[in-house]
């Protein structure tokens, strides 16, 4: 027998709470204000937020577009072999060798969050959960539903502080300093400099970045922290209009003119080959749990392992069995400069981890 009902009395995250720990198998349709959303669950685990096949909306290819993974070339042949074939979108992109297993998982968990993300926030809406609706496919990603939901949760948090530095759509967006070789800036956050000029809004520039919403808002938001980039004014109406604010750069700046010249030869090499060569010339600076982003990587890994003692009653034998059972993916064990050292106690009921500097 379905379960159905109202988003007022249930919201999405009691929902999937429930279907977690029932350790339920099927599928979760969410509806919401013309929108609809699958969530299909495995022995209380989620596996998928998109329909099997190749629908028009797919989340999935969406996302790998918006990524820019995917080029138009390839997206016409992947659509036009599906109508042939009838086969799955993930079948298709590891068969026809676009993406190996590991860097589909990725951009799978990536995408499934970010639809969490988005449905956790529907107050009103239907929902209809129906067991004989299953993942027929082998799952390459299988989220925890309380970690998921964790994670959904803080990011919500997270945009909402982002959004009040970032509210206004409107607002151009300048580079304030090159980046620092040394500096550890991800490749998405490095080709951001590419679109921020001075000339285009927030708005072009989230529609234009090879990442989700929350993911592009979480990198201007640090590079402003940073003062790698800057507010430099607000586009009204039609033609863009630089108001220059007092701190700002002046317009007229030699040394300003300077650094645009070295924006537009950063922008031109290569992003692989920039990361190789800093790191060779520049090494990272040893790995400190002072450094934020490494505390934060320190906590997750962290609360993987009390989740993974939740799930299993004991403490895992290796660091690497969080990342086969899918707490955590292989780039969250290693940290720039240094390596975690995970000791478990022999009975498996307590541990320590601290960080080494490699």
């Known amino acids: 027998m379905a379960l159905q ?173 090159l980046p620092d070789p040394t500096d550890e800036l991800t490749e998405e956050e490095r080709e951001l400099f590419g679109i921020i000029d001075g000339q285009h809004t927030l708005a072009e520039v989230v529609a234009a970045a090879p990442l989700t919403e929350y993911e592009t808002y979480e990198a201007l938001h640090r590079l402003i922290e940073s003062n790698w980039i800057e507010i430099v004014g607000r586009r009204d109406g039609g033609a863009p209009a630089v108001a220059a604010r007092p701190q700002m750069r002046p317009a007229a700046s030699r040394t300003s003119w300077l650094r645009e010249l070295a924006l537009v030869g950063l922008v031109l090499v290569s992003i692989a080959g920039l990361r190789v060569a800093s790191r060779t010339l520049f090494p990272p600076p040893p790995a400190t749990t002072d450094d934020v982003f490494v505390a934060a990587q320190l906590r997750d890994v962290r609360f993987a392992l009390e989740l993974y003692h939740r799930e299993h009653g004991a403490f895992p034998m290796r660091l690497e069995q969080l990342v086969d059972d899918r707490w955590l993916s292989p780039a969250q064990l290693r940290t720039p400069g240094g390596m975690f050292l995970y000791h478990p106690r022999a009975d498996l009921e307590a541990y320590s981890l601290e960080l080494e500097h490699s």
């Open 5 to 177: 009902g109202n988003l007022r009395d249930f919201s999405a995250t009691e929902i999937l709470q429930l279907l977690g720990n029932q350790r339920k198998t099927g599928c979760l349709t969410l509806e919401h204000a013309g929108q609809r959303q699958g969530v299909h669950v495995l022995d209380g685990r989620i596996v998928s937020t998109r329909m099997q096949g190749l629908a028009k909306d797919d989340p999935l290819f969406a996302f790998l577009q918006k990524i820019h993974r995917l080029s138009d070339e390839q997206v016409r042949g992947i659509v036009s072999i599906q109508k042939e074939s009838g086969r799955d979108l993930e079948d298709l992109l590891l068969n026809g060798r676009y993406l190996d297993e590991e860097e589909l998982a990725q951009y799978l968990e990536r995408q499934m969050l970010d639809d969490l993300m988005r449905v956790t926030r529907w107050e009103e809406g239907v929902y209809r959960f129906d067991p004989h609706m299953r993942w027929q496919a082998r799952p390459l990603v299988q989220l925890g539903i309380e970690a998921t939901l964790m994670e959904a949760a803080r990011r919500g948090d997270e945009r909402r502080r982002y959004q009040e530095t970032l509210r206004d759509p409107q607002l151009l967006l300048g580079v304030r300093d």
